[in-house]
């Protein structure tokens, strides 16, 4: 998902590069495990069934922190509601 924020495209390639130091390392394998960051209201997630091995910024859902509803076409994790409720800075 490129976006015209900078700052935020550098933070969704910081998560993507995340999940393949996650991958690599053996901390997850096959689509397990799941990373997310807020920006204001939004959450971006890895997606459900994706693996983090090779995930870029346009393979994350995009959802919305306070209805929860997505804002693009991609499915999150089935631990959305856990992503949700955890605060900012945790």
């Given at each position: 998902?490129p976006?015209r924020?900078p700052?935020?495209?550098?933070?969704?390639?910081?998560?993507?590069?995340?999940?393949?130091s996650f991958?690599?390392r053996?901390?997850?394998c096959?689509s397990?495990?799941n990373?997310?960051i807020r920006?204001?209201e939004?959450?971006f997630v890895t997606?459900t069934g994706?693996s983090?091995?090779?995930?870029t910024?346009?393979?994350?859902?995009?959802?919305?922190?306070?209805t929860?509803?997505p804002?693009?076409d991609?499915?999150?994790?089935?631990?959305?509601?856990?992503?949700?409720r955890?605060g900012p800075?945790?």
């Amino acid at each position: 998902m490129p976006t015209r924020n900078p700052e935020l495209q550098s933070r969704l390639d910081a998560l993507c590069d995340a999940c393949a130091s996650f991958y690599s390392r053996s901390l997850a394998c096959g689509s397990t495990g799941n990373l997310s960051i807020r920006d204001g209201e939004d959450l971006f997630v890895t997606p459900t069934g994706g693996s983090l091995r090779n995930l870029t910024p346009k393979d994350l859902a995009h959802v919305s922190i306070s209805t929860g509803e997505p804002r693009n076409d991609r499915h999150a994790s089935k631990e959305i509601p856990l992503h949700l409720r955890i605060g900012p800075g945790v």
